[in-house]
């Protein structure tokens, strides 16, 4: 049935729009956006995406929201809007799309370690089913390094017919001011442990709090005021704030 599949197929247009945020949020960093920027506004406008899916679909029949649950919530908009996005970003202005899409691959290696660490998953290493999470663990960190640090023969690929003068400019512009491959390698690597810290804990307070559309509305709010400060202590021009120009609006949203 059709139903069977609809998971999986939005979860290969999520990926597409990954990919497409990535795209966009380089070409504005090297347009000259300032990371801490660009992730204030993106948890500002979903933040009031998500507010009126909250009121609408969950405020009604949400549970009691207690101290615990927004303390849980905090630690969910600290590591997963903050600490996450913020490194991303960084690295990604240091980096290049590849990279950052390939370093996000251990995501889920990393997320089993945290898992292990805090009980929330069983390795059972002596099953079959233990060795080869072990294995499928190993195996993602390894290519994720593999593909973002090795350096081997250009593979002859035709060019493309489709060509963006404008990202193209952006890439030439970039190239020779703004590329450090180890550092920004090392931020996206600690902008994934922060992620999976966010899954962790979000997996437990989802469990007290099945709300998931109040929860990540309040995890955006929270995430755009920490977000701001952050941005206004390091970014005091009004003119990097700017959104006019059509490439920094695109990716904010």
Sequence with gaps: ????????????????????????SKLALDAGMKPLVLVTYRQIFATFVMLPVAYFLEWKTRPKITKFIIFQILLCSLTGATEHQVLYFVGLAY???????????????VTFVLAVVFRQ?????????GQA????TALCVGGAMLLSFYNGEMIPIPNSGIHWGYANRMSKQNASTNSN??????LLMASTVSWAAWIVIQTQMSRKFPAPYISTTLMCFLGSIECGLIGLISEHKLSAWSLSS?????SAI
């Design 1 to 24: 049935m059709l139903s069977d599949f609809l998971p999986f197929l939005f979860m290969v247009l999520v990926q597409f729009g990954f990919a497409g945020m990535i795209i966009t």
């Design 95 to 109: 980096s290049t799309p590849t990279i950052s899409c390939a370093l996000a691959n251990i995501l889920p290696a």
């Design 121 to 129: 998953e069983f390795v059972g290493i002596k099953t079959r089913a």
């Design 133 to 136: 999470k072990v294995l499928g």
């Design 181 to 186: 491959l180890i550092l920004g390698s090392i």
């Design 246 to 250: 059509p490439i920094r609006l695109i």
